[in-house]
């Protein structure tokens, strides 16, 4: 693993930092006409959608030059490289391998610009951590699929445009060819008939997730991303980018620095609370469990500039960050009891963490993949 730059590497960071310099106001507006321009800059630099080709709108960068992006990005706290996360992270990069033309010239522009929302159909009730046990099935009827069944977990449902989902095509007789061979991967219009979503508040009373109920929705086949039977090959890729994209260790370190500045607010025994002991053996051991993650995620993209696809090494810091993000909350919610400063926001962030620890697989289910494939121990 070489972790160093080279020349053309180091000019390009100097010219984002040039760029946050000369665009990025501090403190950053919220309102909707500075992040409207601030898209429009991104854009015009083909920054949004960085490394995607350039025949498909994208900056044809390479990964290096996409995590320096990102790197400085998020040192900088500035906004979101593009506003539809999912649509960036995972779908855009499925449909650019495995979407037709029409698709392509359908979707990905939205996703480039920020017009879009996306979100994706996994789990279901009653199947855990078990993908490929899902029950909602697609009946072919002529030129469409007749989709019933329901989804959970549905991030941002109750605000997206298309959902990204996997169906069943072909029962499940229980071998393995049936139950990841009858699985198919399909573009559904969220505005389409049938579809009910509903709200899952969490303890501050905002709703990460939803679940979705289809009630014979109509899809036409020509919304089937890649071939009938063939979902889970399809999935597969999007869900290591997935994992990926959640696990980046750059947004654990500002929440890191966040908590150390609530430390020095917070009192505990007549001082700060970032001089007592165990508040700080926390927030060491925190520290170095992110710098562990960001060294892991050089080494992920150290393999993938030689050639390798993304892998199940993604789960190793997204269980990290699951993990982290538990602790962190609970450590928040303790300085909370001896501070008044920000409480409403830390309450709300340290009751919202379940977005990133469910997100793209639960803990449980990342410690099955390290076990399976990557150590070689017999499946659960």
């Not at 399809?234 to 609530?262: C, K, P």
């Amino acid at each position: 693993m070489d972790f160093d730059f080279t020349p053309a590497q180091n000019a390009f960071r100097a010219e984002v930092r040039a760029f946050l310099d000369a665009n990025l106001p501090d403190p950053v507006p919220e309102n909707p006409d500075f992040l409207d321009g601030w898209n429009r800059k991104l854009r015009e630099r083909c920054w949004v959608g960085f490394n995607w080709p350039r025949e498909y709108g994208g900056g044809g960068g390479s990964l290096v030059e996409q995590f320096i992006l990102k790197e400085e990005m998020a040192a900088r706290r500035a906004p979101p490289l593009g506003r539809d996360f999912m649509g960036l992270t995972w779908v855009g990069p499925a449909l650019i391998r495995h979407g037709s033309d029409e698709q392509k010239r359908r979707h990905l522009p939205g996703i480039l610009d920020g017009t879009s929302v996306w979100c994706t159909g996994y789990s279901e009730p009653g199947v855990g951590s078990d993908l490929a046990g899902l029950q909602t099935r697609a009946v072919r009827d002529g030129d469409h699929y007749l989709v019933t069944g329901q989804k959970i977990w549905t991030s941002l449902a109750d605000q997206a445009g298309w959902i990204f989902m996997l169906v069943r095509t072909r029962p499940d007789d229980g071998s393995r060819g049936a139950r990841y061979g009858g699985i198919t991967c399909l573009l559904v219009d969220m505005h389409s008939p049938g579809i009910e979503v509903q709200p899952i508040p969490n303890l501050s009373g905002r709703a990460s997730f939803c679940q979705t109920f289809f009630d014979a929705v109509r899809v036409p086949v020509e919304n089937r991303l890649g071939e009938e039977g063939q979902g889970w090959q399809v999935v597969v890729g999007a869900l290591a980018n997935e994992r990926s994209g959640i696990s980046e260790a750059t947004g654990m370190r500002q929440h890191w620095q966040d908590l150390v500045g609530l430390a020095r607010t917070a009192q505990r025994g007549g001082q700060p609370a970032l001089e007592h002991p165990e508040v700080r053996r926390k927030l060491a051991a925190f520290d170095a469990r992110i710098e562990a993650m960001r060294l892991n995620g050089m080494r992920h993209l150290s393999r993938q500039l030689v050639g390798d696809a993304p892998s199940s090494e993604t789960s190793l810091n997204k269980i990290q960050r699951g993990v982290l993000e538990v602790a962190m909350a609970e450590l928040a919610l303790e300085l909370l009891d001896h501070a008044s400063v920000e409480r409403g926001r830390w309450q709300n962030g340290s009751l919202s963490f379940h977005g990133t620890v469910i997100g793209g697989g639960a803990p449980n289910i990342q410690r099955n993949i390290i076990a399976e494939r990557i150590l070689g121990l017999p499946k659960d």
